[in-house]
Each structure stands twice: as C-alpha cells, then as structure tokens.
C-alpha cells in the first residue's frame, strides 16, 4: 500500500510540475485519498515506537526525516534561494517535515492523557483545516508580532496539521486492529464505504467551508479505508500477478523515492501538456502521466541503490542504518 502511495505521490508532481495541472489523469480523485493512506501508514507504523522513551525518538526521527531532507532542499536550492524555500511547503519537501511534527505531536498528546487523544487530534485537525482555509486573509491583516507569528507558522507547516487525524487514524487501527478487521471484512459495510467515496469523489470544488471540510475527510477516511481493504484482500492474487514485490520494493524506499524524484522529473514537457490536453481524454492522460511517473520512479530507485552502496551518503542522506561488521 505504501508503494502504491508513493508512485500516486510521484503522478501527482508529474501532474504538477511537468504539465502544470494538478487534476490531470483521475489525479483530481487520487488527491482525496493518496496523503490520507502514507500519513495513516506512518501512524501505523510509529504505533509500535511511541511509547519509547522521547528524547531517544525524537533523535532518531530527526536523523531519518530532517536531516536528509535539509540536505535534499540544499542540493536543490542553494542559498540564497534555500531560506526563501523554509515556508510551509519547503520547495516540495514538506511532507517529511510535517510527518517529523506529527510524531512530536502524537507522543506529547499520548503522554498527556491517551483517553483524550482522540479530543486532542480532533481539535487540532479542524483548527488547522480552519487555520489553512482563511490563512491569505489572515496574513494580508496581520502586522508587527502577528506577522512574525504566522512566518513562524509556516516554518512549522502548521496548515499541513489538518492532515494529522489520518496519522491518528493510524495509530488507532494499529491498536484496535481486530476489531478494525471485522468491521471492514463485512461486504455491506466495505461496500457503503466504497460507494459514499465515489459519491464524494463525483462531486466538484465548492467555496463552502462545510462541503469543503465533508469533501476532504470524508473523501480521504473513506478513500483510505477502501484502498487498504483492497490490499489486504488482494495480498494473494498480487503475488500471483508478481506486482506484490515490486510494490513492497518501493514502500521500502519511499524515503529515497521522495527525495530524489524532484530531481528527476522531466519539467521540459510543459511544453506538450496543451497538446496532451487536446486529446479531452482521462485514460490517455492517466496512461501518458503513469509512464512518465514509472519512468522517473525508475530513475530514483537506481539512484537510490547506487547512493546506498556508501555507508556514509547511504546514512546521512537516507536514514540508513549499517551493520557495523559490514
């Protein structure tokens, strides 16, 4: 699930950066529930690692997300053009950031009181959804020490925290997962749940902050919810079709992925994206944009092994830990 997550990131930035459209290719449907599932992923997995001790957390995670990607965005930014970059999307890096936050986050709310949790991320996701949506007002009103706060915000990524209740949701299934697994094992309530998806993911954008709200986490629970069933049921016959390894592959180096795309990505086609859109139609959009995210995905995991073949870059650039006898 994870690799599939992480080349949808990859189409997404094709989308974005090389065609200039993010709705391009059934991206438009991808962007509902693709940050859902990799930060629900994270919580799960951070589950399990919570609980140790902070400092020695907090150390390790720092090492794994900050670190690389502050030397990523360096290589891709130098300064003077890297402190411009330090705002709440960090030239495109902002994901290992926020996830950083969320981890923060999540151990200072458990240690707080685990029974308030569920109050705690709940509250901070819709302040931060609200915070997001009326963010351009606020900074064209705010001056002197208001100002300098809402920079301050940005360095935090503050607006990406109405994502963190996919983290949450992570953690909760992670620790409720039998009781998870029955309740979407029943083919009437993984049916609704596919349905209300497609119903939400048929309507278009409205300025209304409640449809806004409904749209983006209903989309993105149910979305997440669904994508996750479809792996757990399909494990056998992905293996059978030899797409379950590639994908394992590239939910281990999503990381890597992450990083060295931007690199990679083939923005002269900018040029061609009139004529792509000229063709008025989504599956050849979606088969263009996929070839062009494989192509580049390819590129990144090449990169990435040869980068891995030194202990040094491998650790510092990536996270990675080495067997000390080797």
């Known amino acids: ?18 065609l200039g459209d993010s709705r391009m290719g059934g991206n438009a449907v991808f962007i509902l529930f693709r940050l859902p599932c990799f930060f629900m992923i994270s919580g799960w997995l951070f589950e399990s690692v919570a609980e ?74 819709l302040g931060a959804f609200l915070y997001a949506r009326y963010y351009d007002y606020l900074r064209s009103s705010a001056e002197g020490y208001q100002l300098w706060l809402m920079d301050l915000s940005g360095l935090l990524s503050v607006t990406t925290w109405r994502l963190f209740i996919f983290f949450y949701l992570g953690t909760w299934i992670r620790r409720n997962f039998d009781s998870f697994i029955r309740w979407t094992s029943k083919p009437i309530v993984i049916g609704l749940i596919t349905v209300a998806f497609l119903l939400i993911a048929s309507t278009s954008h409205h300025d209304n902050l409640v449809f806004e709200m409904f749209r ?73 944009i996929m070839a062009v995210s494989l192509v580049v995905l390819a590129i990144s995991l090449v990169a990435s092994y040869v980068i891995r073949l030194s202990p040094f870059l491998g650790h510092y650039l990536f996270g990675v830990k080495y067997d000390k006898c080797s």
């Open 1 to 18: 699930m994870r690799g599939f997550t992480m080349i949808l990131v990859v189409f997404a930035h094709v989308c974005h950066f090389c």
């Open 52 to 125: 140790r001790p902070f400092k020695e957390v907090a150390k390790h995670k720092a090492m794994v997300q900050l670190l690389p990607t502050f030397i990523f965005l360096l290589l891709l930014a130098p300064p003077p053009f890297f402190f411009h970059q330090l705002g709440t999307l960090k030239g495109g890096y902002w994901f290992t950031f926020a996830l950083f936050e969320y981890f923060i986050l999540y151990m200072v709310m458990i240690r707080i009181s685990r029974k308030w949790t569920s109050v705690f991320a709940v509250t901070l996701t």
């Open 216 to 288: 983006f986490y209903g989309g993105g629970i149910t979305g997440m919810i669904m994508v996750f069933t479809f792996f757990r049921l399909s494990a056998s016959w992905l293996k059978v079709l030899h797409v379950s390894k590639p994908l394992q592959y590239v939910g281990t180096r999503t990381l890597d992925i992450y990083l060295l795309h931007f690199f990679f990505l083939p923005r002269f086609l900018i040029d061609y994206a009139d004529q792509l859109a000229a063709y008025n139609s989504r599956i050849i959009e979606f088969g263009y």
